[in-house]
């Protein structure tokens, strides 16, 4: 019987998890577990997302007492109601999806891939097996990223854009021992707008904790960055003028932990490419930062005001958006646009390491995150040159890639080697002492 066998392989791996001794298990055996639990992992995955849909078809929940399917899958989980919803929705949708039906069978997409490869197919089914083939090479971002395109060019981009924006809000509460929660839903470039702003900020501030050698969390500073944003528009704040003093407003000790607005300063969040431009002292009030938008349109919709199927206009790290809202951001908004069929990038080259304002554009599209396999960070990333500036290498496209802080390190410093091969980036350790590379 089949729940008799799944009875018994579960009892088998809970044996060998409550036996398992960490500290006795050798690094290379460590990784080879590693691999091997995480394919259990997406085989259990894919074999909770087929039952699911028998759960609520049978209606087995309403006689365990629930409220619902989704309610039941949540208490048999141990998972919220949201990740519960998105298992049914996804599981309702895999009789109409073979690629993905034989890809969650076989243990080669996790819960999360399937879920968002599910809702993308469904809108444009011809998209499933490229979606599928992605999903074992790209990074999980990435592929969400992908996804998100297809079901854009699947829709009306105008109704979907006003839908999210009519469903806007912004809703907090306070926690049992006093703390402040908010959650939000916003438009993509009124997120992004949010996003880059906290994220310069973030920059700043991290640099004047590091001086003062001070070590938090990023959350910890991204949240004293949301605050310290609310208190430049706040009348009787501290604020710095153009020359940098700072000017104390009522209750306030000049000099005091309180943050405050840099005079006129630049500050890059390479996660999205933006550059966000200090603020300045206008009158009684601080006015907040004017920020720049990275946005990907091809030429032809630009012109014509609309994408067709296959052209793209998004936020880089973000999602579509509707070509008139790009054009709306150039009106309140530094607007950085990458024009797919403009300057050939592919053949722009430098003599210094200076890199060409229309390369280091499709840099940022091409490269949303760390570009080695498996690396997702997508915030404070570094350009490195494949072959060395040093050793005649060329400043062009070709010839540069995005790296997160830790693999640039390891490439300049430890011998790892970053190559393309067929258009997929491949990371190679160091060759052992006595072999040549």
Not at 26 to 49: M, N, Q, W
Not at 174 to 193: I, K, M, N, S, Y
Not at 375 to 382: I, P
Request: glycine share 8%; proline share 6%; aromatic share 2%.
């Amino acid at each position: 019987m089949l729940l008799d066998r799944v009875q018994c392989l579960r009892d088998d791996l809970r044996a060998v998890v409550s036996n398992l001794d960490p500290d006795r298990v050798g690094g290379s055996d460590a990784a080879a577990l590693l691999t091997c639990f995480a394919e259990v992992e997406k085989l259990a995955a894919g074999g909770r997302i087929l039952v699911a849909r028998r759960v609520e078809v049978s209606n087995v929940w309403q006689r365990t007492g629930h409220r619902s399917a989704a309610a039941h899958i949540a208490q048999a989980t141990g998972t919220g109601l949201g990740p519960a919803i998105d298992t049914l929705e996804t599981a309702r949708r895999l009789p109409s999806l073979p690629a993905t039906d034989q890809a969650l069978r076989q243990g080669r997409l996790s819960h999360a891939q399937a879920t968002v490869i599910a809702g993308a197919a469904a809108a444009q089914p011809g998209a499933e097996r490229s979606l599928v083939d992605a999903a074992a090479t790209e990074p999980f971002n990435t592929l969400r990223l992908r996804c998100r395109r297809v079901e854009a060019a699947a829709r009306d981009e105008r109704a979907s854009y006003e839908q999210v924006h009519r469903s806007r809000y912004l809703r907090h509460w306070t926690e049992h021992d006093g703390g402040v929660r908010f959650d939000a839903r916003l438009a993509p470039d009124d997120g992004a707008r949010v996003l880059v702003a906290i994220r310069a900020e973030v920059a700043r501030l991290t640099t004047e904790a590091r001086k003062a050698g001070v070590s938090e969390p990023e959350r910890a500073i991204a949240a004293d960055a949301l605050v310290a944003l609310a208190r430049r528009r706040m009348p009787g704040s501290t604020r710095r003028g153009r020359e940098g003093a700072a000017v104390a407003g009522p209750g306030v000790a000049p000099g005091s932990a309180c943050p405050a607005a840099s005079g006129h300063s630049t500050a890059t969040a390479d996660g999205q490419g933006p550059e966000v431009q200090g603020p300045e002292v206008q009158g009684p009030e601080v006015q907040g930062p004017e920020v720049m938008v990275h946005v990907r349109v091809d030429h032809a919709a630009l012109v014509r005001g609309h994408a067709e199927p296959g052209e793209l206009c998004e936020i880089p790290g973000v999602g579509p958006i509707p070509v008139d809202v790009a054009r709306r951001l150039a009106t309140d908004a530094v607007l950085s646009v990458l024009v797919t069929d403009g300057v050939d990038v592919t053949a722009v080259a430098h003599r210094g390491r200076t890199i060409p304002a229309a390369v280091r554009r499709a840099l940022v599209e091409r490269d949303p995150t760390c570009v080695v396999p498996g690396c997702e960070v997508a915030e404070h990333l570094e350009v490195d040159h494949l072959l060395p500036f040093s050793d005649g290498g060329p400043t062009e496209l070709a010839n540069l890639a995005r790296l997160c802080h830790w693999h640039h390190y390891l490439k300049t410093h430890h011998g790892y080697r970053l190559e393309r091969d067929d258009g997929r980036w491949c990371w190679l350790q160091p060759s052992p002492p006595g072999q040549r590379a």
